[in-house]
């Protein structure tokens, strides 16, 4: 057999061909969409057609083999179409109304539940931590498992004031839209990096590794006669940049990586403009398998916003009409000199004015 | 050969509880020696609490610099079947549409040529086939391409461009996310293939405000959808709506509206539409009532990015509107030439973002040949040390 000729940059395949036949009919005609109960959204054309999603939440790692089975029950239920969500969830695309029930029982059988539209948390967008990254401070997937474990119950119900938006990273890299989520959890290394002299000129350039410190802590210096850095640890932040460029500047500690939660980011320009998430648990201990601290401190905080945030307030909105003393004061969460930021701009941030509540 | 299975009692707890569990997903191949491998390298992670695997070298297909992440364990005589276990980047289609065929086709080639494990998708949007060796990467590219796949970016290049669904499922897409994804990706296949730039570059197109794809907080450059005229209302479903009960149409709508410009006497909803900021947020509460206008388009926004180098950023306005119709030709006349100017200028993984606030928006646009405007800021400058250029009184005189 001979070898077809090698193809390069095709890009990928265009869309069209994986469209269902209700959607290239009604392609940008549209009506109006209804959300009739958690996990289904029905759209409605101009033409009086109905396509129902039905979306079901996934761990985002998936083998080959559960993809499979999408791939069968999309045959079985839609004709062989579904698509994917920006948060790991798969949606089957259905015109037979009838089948719904059917398909979300199958779902359910295999495992994943059908939920995560409306007033409600959807899947935890989150990064690839200690399955396959070099700079995790923790795992990422383990977390996300052990709070979906707990916070199902706002996957699959809209009981909520508003969406809520929550988003894992395991490093200062930040592979997800963490920064900008209605509840984030980071994982933060928390000491200067050890550096492998003995390595360092052959594994790393050095004006690199020099020019990658954002705060300008790595100085060139000569140990044991050979070349290699020093850091100045008053001047590290503990970012990892170094080590994203060299190898031999270790970032990683077992003992002192640990997680931080951030809440009231959002990406959505409704009602408020976008927003960064703010600092509000400094550091939790990194405690595998299950992470109890991390799930309780999410679910805390899910709790109070839940019991206290008006309809339509996002995160964001709720803090800030109730301010954040009153947000300490009722998650009881203590507030310290971490909480206050140090870097460029930091004085943005801090409040200028006497209007407070007392 | 036999191998003695791995014992992997911490991850096993993770097999427990209602949501779907990635330890499950991986004992699905459990009989291969590579998840053996694999769930044994995780088990000591969290048995140590500390990851083991190693910096990319530069591993890649044929021709290209992007689109595979290297990956080594850093136990490779304990582990060895995951001694390498790169990433495979394969751009997906837009919107993330796909069929039951072709998904079974990319796990074909997934099952014969690497480790069987996906994400569905990683966070700037391909698809991820999770761990292969490097002799592998050739053959799957090959088989990828034959089945019209392709590999999407990573290192410093263009990165995969991602969308929403757009005007395939949504009634609010105001312009068409899947052309416009589809058509930029394909006439920058050499920048998304081959790193040239400073650092990364993510282009992410969201149909309207609401912004599904976080490109405010993500891209490079944001297209996020929007109108200029009134929204369309239809009278009779608001009424509707405030009959059901299910929407307080004074204190959910007209309150809530970022710039008070609507009122409701019971019967009417009044929208003064030139206060309108295209928020979404009325529009979001009642979709059988409210729709976006009909001049449509959207508004251009550069410079998001995480945290790293320089501290996080979410992107700022730089065109308030254009219309987005292909082929786009002014918009990729404006991103070529950001892209002329940033890889000039830029320092080494500076994103255009750090690159706009060491040289200043002003001086950026002034390169550009884009004129200031004030949709581009929140608020004038309020320091006095202003760096008057030369021109300023060659005007005058």
Not at chain 1, 168 to 184: E, K, P, R, T, W
Not at chain 2, 129 to 144: A, M, N, R
Not at chain 2, 335 to 356: C, P, T
Request: glycine share 8%.
């Amino acid at each position: 057999m001979s070898a077809s000729p090698r193809k390069t940059d095709i890009g990928p395949p265009h869309y069209e061909q994986f469209l269902p036949p209700i959607i290239k009919k009604n392609y940008g005609k549209w009506l109006y969409h209804e959300n009739p109960r958690p996990g289904v959204l029905v759209h409605v054309a101009e033409s009086g057609d109905k396509l129902y999603s039905v979306r079901a939440g996934t761990p985002r790692i998936l083998n080959v083999k559960t993809i499979r089975l999408f791939a069968d029950l999309a045959d079985k239920y839609c004709g062989g179409h579904l698509r994917f969500t920006s948060r790991n969830n798969v949606e089957f695309l259905l015109t037979d109304e009838s089948k719904i029930d059917a398909l979300i029982e199958e779902l359910h059988d295999l495992g994943f539940p059908v939920g995560g539209t409306g007033n409600a948390i959807s899947a935890i967008v989150h990064t690839q931590g200690w399955v396959h990254c070099h700079s995790a401070a923790t795992d990422a997937s383990g977390v996300v498992k052990s709070l979906m474990d707990e916070l199902y119950p706002h996957f699959v119900n809209m009981d909520l004031p508003a969406k809520l938006r929550i988003a894992f990273a395991c490093c200062l890299n930040m592979c997800g839209a963490v920064h900008c989520s209605d509840i984030a959890i980071l994982g933060v290394h928390t000491r200067v990096p050890e550096i492998d002299h003995a390595n360092l000129p052959k594994m790393c350039e050095l004006p690199t590794l020099i020019a990658s410190c954002p705060t300008g802590a790595i100085r060139p210096a000569t140990v044991d006669g050979q070349q290699s850095i020093h850091i100045e640890e008053h001047l590290c932040m503990y970012c990892g940049n170094c080590f994203t460029v060299c190898p031999a500047v270790k970032i990683n500690n077992a003992k002192t990586d640990g997680l931080s939660i951030w809440v009231g980011g959002k990406v959505s320009n409704a009602r408020t403009e976008p927003k960064f998430s703010k600092l509000v648990i400094p550091f939790l201990p990194n405690n595998p398998p299950r992470w109890p601290e991390t799930v309780e401190a999410v679910k805390h905080l899910v709790e109070v916003y839940a019991a206290n945030a008006r309809k339509y307030e996002r995160m964001s909105e709720w803090v800030e009409r109730i301010g954040w003393p009153r947000f300490f004061k009722l998650t009881g969460l203590p507030f310290t000199k971490y909480h206050i930021d140090d870097f460029t701009h930091a004085g943005e941030t801090y409040k200028r004015s006497a209007q407070l509540k007392h | 050969m036999s191998e003695k299975k791995r014992e992997t009692p911490l991850l096993d707890e993770l097999e427990k509880g209602p949501w779907p569990s990635f330890v499950r997903e991986l004992k699905k191949s459990a009989d291969t020696p590579v998840i053996q491998d694999l769930l044994g390298q995780l088990e000591r992670s969290y048995e140590e609490h500390l990851g083991h695997w190693k910096h990319g070298g530069i591993v890649g297909v044929m021709g290209y610099g992007g689109g595979v992440i290297g990956r080594y364990s850093d136990l490779p005589e304990e582990f060895p079947h995951i001694a390498h276990f790169h990433t495979m980047r394969v751009n997906q289609p837009a919107g993330w549409f796909y069929t039951s065929d072709a998904l079974r086709k990319i796990c074909d080639i997934w099952e014969a040529h690497g480790s069987g494990i996906t994400n569905m998708h990683g966070s700037t949007g391909d698809i991820i086939l999770l761990g292969t060796t490097t002799d592998q990467l050739e053959p799957v590219f090959s088989k990828l391409t034959e089945i019209g796949f392709d590999l999407g970016g990573s290192g410093s290049d263009m990165r995969t461009p991602s969308a929403c669904c757009g005007p395939a499922r949504c009634e609010w897409a105001c312009y068409d996310t899947l052309a416009a994804v589809y058509d930029f990706t394909q006439s920058y296949q050499d920048e998304l293939h081959r790193p040239a730039f400073p650092y990364k570059y993510k282009l992410k197109f969201a149909g309207c405000p609401n912004d599904c794809v976080a490109s405010v907080a993500r891209a490079d450059m944001s297209f996020i959808g929007t109108w200029k005229d009134d929204i369309q209302m239809d009278a009779e479903q608001v009424r509707q709506y405030a009959a059901s009960g299910t929407v307080d149409i004074q204190k959910d709508v007209c309150e809530r509206c970022p710039t008070r410009c609507m009122s409701w006497d019971g019967t009417n909803l009044t929208i003064d539409n030139s206060e309108c900021v295209k928020c979404m947020h009325c529009i979001n509460v009642m979709p059988k009532a409210l729709r976006p206008g009909k001049e449509r388009g959207c508004t251009v926004l550069i410079g998001a990015k995480a945290p790293i180098v320089g501290g996080a950023l979410l992107s700022s306005v730089f065109v308030p509107f254009i219309e987005m119709e292909p082929p786009y030709s002014d918009l990729k006349e404006l991103l070529e030439a950001i892209w002329d100017l940033w890889s000039e200028h830029g320092k080494n993984r500076e994103r255009v973002g750090e690159f706009i606030q060491r040289v200043g928006l002003g001086n950026f646009l002034e390169q550009i040949g884009l004129e200031p405007v004030p949709e581009m800021i929140a608020h004038p400058r309020t320091n006095p040390y202003i760096f008057f250029g030369e021109e300023l009184h060659e005007k005058q005189a």
